[in-house]
């Protein structure tokens, strides 16, 4: 009765056993495969230099934090369009708000969050109560948002304090805070996910809505919640980007592509697009993908289209990969 | 006895401690009145079966008592108690819980995680895993499976049947007082219907109150103490098994006798040439299949779920084809090694999974009907123009022949019952004229009278020369049906019987009992 598959090798029983997702491999095999090149043709630093690869996760940070609510709203089989446009209000008002001065910090971290949290439950709630495609209701709600904040601010408004800065440029010891805060963010994301209720029920939620339904979850509120969580990561990376560039721009959001970018390495890392699979661990892989590619490209001064391009490559292998992975189990 | 007087009884007895009550539940459809003042009574410790043909509104009637539909008008009663319930939660809350007829589980959670979802132990939120693979082990081992399965598996590397005992595990764990089970057996074998059976007196004896809806009428009398008929939404009465039979409640399902179950069996002189014989056929799932099919008969394919019948199927259909061996059709060695190839060779595949496999919901029945004569058409044909000059003429043809009964053929096929949905998959098949015809559990899920007319219908088409090769999980229609049988275990033909078997028979073959009884006879000879 038990369906052992006699082509199962120790590769495989390994990686399913460690539970480490094997995005990680294709993580190693990238940075290997772009350190050789940098070998070969510039100054091969990505291999000895630790500073550049602390660059490669201190330039991550943004997508990064986004894209653990963006694996959220995924796993509950819904998408996350607006949040582009909720990282750039959020840059141009917190940095409206603080007028570079340290005593507005509070109100505006407040006014960012409510913001933040105010899109997240129009996301919810016109997916769950009005029954619109979340394609199609996100992609409203981030129109309405852009035309906002387009109506309002046209360049660099306002300034972050001085002390705000930290966040950006500051290190605890050897280590930047901003990684801190990723790794915090990532596993805030696992626990969410792995052990709490919520989690479980999102899980449910994506897997399949009814069976979560008639089990007793309640769904529609779990999925406002992954809403809810997923605007408030895109919060937090839109007042990380302002405490690095001093100053919110309304163009910050649509510029970093980071509604695309979050959906795609969310992917990479394994999280399905029809939901109740995936997780943060193998987000932040994909996240460290294309980390590695921009300062690779970087370093080689290579034409920058072509990032997008082996991009693009990767995406359709890394989901192809899986397919065939899943194919074979079902076989 | 009769049904009225029974009907009384039951009612002075709700006052002396049932645990479910459903007084006078109306719903309506748009279009259809599901359920019109229905009035029952549930005991504690006794199964209640619910029997009716599809549509007769038995599932509208259990999914309002487990609170995942909300009544018109009517009272539902727990304890003595007026109770409403706004969502499936707060029927589980209070005691009422339901296992549904389709596939409940989540491929990729685990076991523990698909058992406790909605209900997870821990606190303030917080999920406490140890605890909740702690609690699977409890559960899966009053099912007795706690060796066979890990509450950390995942629920897509199990096994058809283990998932049907984690669904078991699942639907028992709630610790009711009320458990709903709308066709649990519909897609379980007779080994598992009987774990089913074991378990459903278990949790009698603790006092549960059980509801049970089957098809299987067989089983109904098995399991049940007191059978509830609905037709057309309305509750027509309620027996004691005890006090009826089988004629009695198809009679009162229907509201007329059927004469008889099956068509008669063919007759030699039916049967004609091998049009379909297989040799050595093998894959990943199957191995050494050596069959033929003539024309003129029905062949039934039986076994264990999971014994490789739907893998034979494909393979013949060329879904997932065989590696090895060779397909002769009409004598000549053909290669299969994709549905089109099939199509060609005059096959038609009525696959089990009517909604994902068998009819594109969205599309109308003319739609429906006519696919694969268009795939057969060349790439670039112009579909519209032929679509509409045919199906003036085809689809009511089709629809005629296989007595397929819509008020228009512009209604999305979603719409259809299971069994008028069914016909349209096999006008569609009789549609690019298929003479070899694959039918993979013909009538899962349908009701009675359905069921016949598609028995008749099977047993018609090999009057014209068709040869039928059908698989089917219940004994009862393998045997009624079938000029022989193939029984399959373990990816392999374990046996060939002949029509009227008994279906004792087919389960010593199919439990492969037969044959370590045959190796052990055959081991004592060559002793003496």
């Known amino acids: 009765m038990a369906t052992t598959t006699p082509s199962e090798n120790w590769f495989k029983r390994m990686s399913r056993s460690s539970k480490i997702p094997p995005v990680y491999i294709f993580l190693i095999v990238v940075f290997l495969f772009t350190g050789l090149m940098d070998l070969i043709y510039s100054d091969g630093q ?18 990064g934090i986004v894209a653990v609510g963006q694996t959220l709203v995924l796993i509950g089989a819904s998408i996350d369009l607006s949040v582009a446009y909720t990282i750039s209000i959020t840059a141009v008002m917190s940095s409206y708000i603080m007028q570079g001065n340290n005593s507005n910090v509070p109100v505006a971290l407040l006014g960012v969050f409510a913001i933040g ?146 959906i795609a390495t969310a992917v990479i890392g394994g999280t399905a697009l029809s939901g109740g699979k995936g997780g943060v661990w193998g987000t932040l892989a994909g996240v460290l993908i294309f980390g590695v590619l921009a300062t690779a490209f970087n370093q080689l001064g290579i034409n920058p289209y072509m990032k997008n391009i082996l991009q693009g490559v990767i995406i359709i292998l890394a989901v192809a990969s899986y397919t065939a992975r899943s194919k074979k189990e079902a076989a | ?46 199964v209640h079966a619910v029997v009716g043909e599809n549509g007769a509104g038995k599932s509208t009637l259990m999914k309002i008592m487990a609170g995942a539909y909300i009544a018109d008008s009517g009272e539902l009663i727990l304890q003595g108690e007026r109770v409403s319930f706004n969502h499936p939660q707060e029927a589980q809350f209070k005691g009422v819980s339901i296992i549904y007829q389709e596939f409940n589980l989540l491929p990729e959670r685990t076991v523990a995680q698909n058992i406790f979802l909605g209900r ?32 950390t598996a995942m629920c897509h590397s199990l096994s058809v049947a283990e998932q049907q005992i984690v669904e078991i595990a699942k639907a028992i764990s709630f610790d009711s007082k ?42 109904v009398f098995e399991i049940a103490e007191k059978i509830s008929v609905l037709k057309d939404g309305e509750l027509v009465g309620t027996v004691l098994t005890k006090d009826t039979n089988t004629s009695e409640i198809v009679h009162m399902m229907v509201g007329r006798d059927l004469d008889h179950y099956f068509p008669p069996l063919g007759s030699p002189e039916d049967f004609g040439e091998v049009v379909l014989r297989v040799k050595d056929g093998g894959n990943n799932f199957l191995k050494n299949i050596n069959f033929e099919l003539r024309k003129g008969e029905v062949l039934c394919v039986a076994g264990l779920q999971g014994s490789g019948r739907t893998e034979m199927a494909q393979a013949l259909f060329g879904v997932v084809p065989f590696k090895t061996g060779t397909i002769e059709v009409y004598g000549k060695i053909r290669t299969i090694k994709t549905p089109p190839d099939a199509i060609r060779l005059q096959m038609g595949f009525v696959t089990e999974d009517r909604k994902a496999e068998g009819i594109l919901p969205k599309q109308p029945i003319r739609d429906n009907i006519l696919l694969t004569v268009r795939t057969l058409q060349p790439f670039l044909g112009l579909v519209h ?34 069994g008028n949905q069914q016909k349209v998959v096999l006008s569609k098949w009789l549609s690019s004229k298929a003479n070899i015809f694959i039918f993979d559990e013909p009538t899962r899920g349908i009701d009675v009278e359905s069921k016949a007319s598609i028995h008749d219908m099977i047993r018609g ?27 399959m275990r373990d990816g392999r033909i374990a046996g060939e019987l002949p029509a009227k078997s008994s279906e004792k028979d087919i389960m010593l073959v199919a439990t492969g009992h037969s044959e370590e009884t045959n190796s052990k006879r055959k081991a004592t000879v060559g002793k003496e």
């Not at chain 1, 009814?210 to 999925?223: F, I, Y």
Request: charged share 20%; net charge positive; with cysteine.
């Open chain 2, 120 to 151: 997870e132990p821990g606190k303030f939120g917080a999920l406490d895993v140890a605890e909740l693979n702690k609690n699977a082990v409890h559960v899966l081992k009053e099912v007795e499976a706690d060796q066979l399965i890990s509450p």
């Open chain 1, 46 to 63: 990505m291999y000895t230099n630790p500073n550049i690869m602390l660059n490669i996760i201190v330039r991550s940070v943004a997508l």
């Open chain 2, 1 to 46: 006895m009769t049904v009225a007087s029974i009907k009384t009884q039951a009612d002075t007895s709700a006052q002396t401690g049932a645990v479910m009550e459903v007084r006078n539940i109306c719903k309506r459809f748009p279009g259809v009145q599901a359920c019109k003042d229905i009035t029952l009574q549930f005991m504690p410790g006794e």
């Open chain 2, 385 to 418: 123009k032929d679509g509409i000059r045919k199906s003036r003429t085809l689809v009511p043809t089709l629809a005629n022949k296989v007595d397929l009964r819509a008020d228009t053929f512009d209604r999305e096929a979603q719409y259809l019952s299971g």
């Open chain 2, 178 to 219: 009320v458990l709903i089970m709308d066709e649990p057996t519909a897609s379980l074998t007779t080994i598992e219907v009987k774990i089913l059976s074991d378990l459903i007196s278990k949790l009698k004896d603790r006092g549960m109150a059980i509801v049970f809806i089957s098809h299987r009428l067989r089983e």
């Open chain 1, 117 to 262: 949290i105010v899109i997240g439950l129009a996301n919810g709630l016109v997916i769950t109560k009005l029954r619109v495609n979340p394609f199609i209701a996100t992609l409203g709600v981030g129109l309405v948002v852009k035309g906002i904040i387009n109506a309002t601010f046209s360049n660099y408004t306002g300034s972050v304090p001085k002390e705000f800065e930290w966040f950006g440029y500051g290190t605890l010891g050897p280590i930047p805070v901003s990684i801190i805060i990723l790794l915090l963010v990532v596993t805030i994301g696992w626990f969410i996910l792995a052990r709490t209720k919520f989690g479980a029920h999102l899980y449910g939620v994506g897997g399949n809505s009814e069976v979560a339904r008639l089990s007793g979850v309640r769904t529609d509120r779990v999925l406002i919640g992954a809403h809810v969580l997923c605007s408030v990561t895109a919060v937090l990376s839109g007042i990380f980007l302002v405490s690095l560039m001093r100053s919110g721009a309304p163009w910050v959001g649509p510029n970093g592509v980071y509604d695309l970018n979050s």
């Open chain 2, 461 to 487: 088409l090999t009057k014209e020369g068709i040869a039928v090769l059908m698989i089917s999980s219940e004994l009862p229609e393998v045997l009624g049906m079938s000029d022989r049988i193939l029984v």
